[in-house]
């Protein structure tokens, strides 16, 4: 059975207008646990997630520049699978010399990670599929074949769909190392910049992709969104009924 979760990167507007309320609605919409971003830099979060009844499952931190900090927020709050969510530096798919420093930057932290029993891997944008290829390998591929293989993969349906590769494909190449995925809906072409959509009112086609990962855990994310919380309680309806 799928997990269902929420990037709460989505609601960073209405947690920042009102914390309490915000994670209550979250509570309410049913989901098995939450995804918070950037868990090094916020000491209020496992006190919070703890008094709405939530739980951290995954997370987003930055890992390769504040590892200590990441292993700690991540202890404190029980969170078991810690993703990079994006390159460090920006850059670093625009050629294989600096693509291979940041894949050994990553790898140089799994073994303290996993002495602390968490996991780590990589989030990804459109980015890494619309880079330069390497050898003729697009950049995201080759990259992943430099990652430890302790390392697992979240992959963004939605931007890898935006980056021109079909998610479904990456299933069947990558399997069981991805293990979450972050489910979004929106104008595959242009969708920088402009809001997500209520999920199966856009152009994703989700159902495939759902259907071929019952043992994945579902994000629902937005990147921007119009009504945050209202549209992620419509769109975690949309999961519930797809589980």
Known sequence: MPTISIQLYTLRDALEADRDGTLAAVAAMGVD??????IEHFEWLPDALA???LKAGSAHANIVESPDAVIAAAKALGVTTVFQPGPVPRDAFSSAESLASFAASINAQVDAFEAAGIKIGFHNH?????APRIDGELAYDHFVSLLDPRTVLELDTYWAAAGGVDPLSLFEKYGDRITH???KDGPIEGGHGVSNVVLGTGAMNIPPILEASP???????FDIASDSVAESAASIDYLKEKK
Do not use: K, N
């Open 33 to 38: 646990e939450v995804e918070p971003f950037g």
């Open 215 to 221: 043992d994945r855990v579902w994000v629902l994310e």
């Open 126 to 130: 459109d980015w890494e599929f619309i």
């Open 181 to 183: 995925l972050h489910v």
């Open 51 to 53: 008094a709405a009844g």
